[in-house]
């Protein structure tokens, strides 16, 4: 069974960074795209940012744009979510998600597989 486990989230303050991780295991990483979503309290799950299978094209959400990046390491199986700057508006939960496609997603009825979550706290 697929298994996607998201890590690194926390509290931090204002204007602070945080670093995601999210660990696949038992899928083919290196045929998969990957993304990030997040969902705050009371709001439907939102995108963030995604990658593609080789790793050399990503997209972002206009909100999180020039601070967070995106990375994906197929030796690790291993997805990052960099996240600088961060605002109080950025505290959600986090998720990660897999496609079995070479391109990225921006909806998250194209992903195939899912992980529990990371809280990111952003205090003001």
């Known amino acids: 069974q697929v298994q996607l486990v998201e890590s690194g989230g926390g509290l931090v303050q204002a204007g602070g960074s945080l670093r995601l991780s999210c660990a696949a295991s038992?899928?083919?990483?290196?045929?998969?795209?990957l993304g990030w979503f997040r969902q705050a309290p009371g709001k439907e799950r939102e995108f963030v940012a995604t990658?593609?299978?080789?790793?050399?094209?990503?997209n972002y959400a206009d909100s999180v744009k020039g601070r967070f990046t995106i990375s994906k390491d197929n030796t690790k199986n291993t997805v990052y979510l960099q996240m600088n700057s961060l605002k109080p508006e950025d505290t959600a939960v986090y998720y990660c998600?897999?496609?079995?496609?070479?391109?990225?997603?921006?909806?998250?009825?194209?992903?195939?597989?899912w992980g529990q979550g990371t809280q990111v706290t952003v205090s003001s």
């Open positions: 038992r899928l083919t990483f290196s045929r998969y795209a």
């Open positions: 998600a897999a496609r079995a496609a070479a391109g990225g997603g921006w909806t998250a009825n194209v992903y195939d597989y």
């Open positions: 990658i593609n299978w080789t790793g050399g094209s990503t």
